[in-house]
């Protein structure tokens, strides 16, 4: 059992527990009707957290945390697959997908401890929040996959630029140039060429 203060009575101090046989001041307003200043341990009383409250907030904290790293992690993943310089953050996926396990962990224990189920706009929002880390999972895994299997042989694609730099594209996406051919004299090619990968080779360039 547990002290339950009247809502018309002065707050008591932190921790404070009546002793057995204690009564409360006389001067003390009477508590409303039915007021019980004894209620069980399993009972909220008002401004206290319940441990499903707590596993709840815990869920909205990780899910929110989750979203959010995966997101940034997925984006820089995205850019960088397009340019020549960045960094896959690969880091920022993982400890999102870690945190969104977390939240629906500490979102069961909230359902066990008594919290009730997301419904109405709660819901949307957490379902917004889902398509986004699939959406942007797939994109980018889509994105690092595709850039990784490029190579500068004879076939690829190319496109340049603001800054002038060749950049090695798939050729379903947009390009200025085709990879004809690798050679090692370079009076084979036309104007446009690239030095290769190997030392001495050149992949001649034409528009496409």
């Given at each position: 059992m547990k002290f339950n203060p009247p809502p018309n009575w002065p707050a008591p101090p932190e921790g404070f527990t009546p002793e057995p046989g204690w009564t409360p001041d006389p001067s003390l307003p009477a508590p409303p009707p039915g007021w019980q200043l004894w209620v069980e341990d399993d009972v909220a009383?008002?401004?206290?957290t319940t441990e499903g409250t707590r596993h709840y907030?815990?869920?909205v904290t990780s899910f929110w945390v989750g979203v959010g790293f995966f997101l940034a992690g997925a984006i820089s993943t995205i850019v960088t697959s397009n340019s020549t310089t960045g960094i896959y953050w690969y880091g920022g996926m993982i400890v999102g997908v870690i945190a969104l396990v977390r939240s629906f962990n500490a979102y069961r224990a909230a359902r066990k401890g008594g919290a009730p189920s997301l419904a109405g706009a709660a819901k949307v929002v957490a379902v917004v929040g889902l398509v986004l880390v699939v959406g942007s999972g797939a994109t980018a895994a889509a994105a690092f996959f595709g850039q990784e299997s490029l190579s500068a042989t004879a076939g690829s694609c190319w496109h340049i630029d603001d800054e002038a730099n060749a950049l090695l594209v798939s050729c379903d996406d947009t390009h200025e140039y085709k990879a004809v051919s690798v050679v090692s004299d370079l009076d084979q090619c036309s104007d446009v060429y690239l030095?290769?990968?190997d030392a001495g080779s050149y992949l001649c360039l034409e528009e496409d």
């Open positions: 009383l008002a401004g206290e907030q815990q869920a030095e290769g990968d």
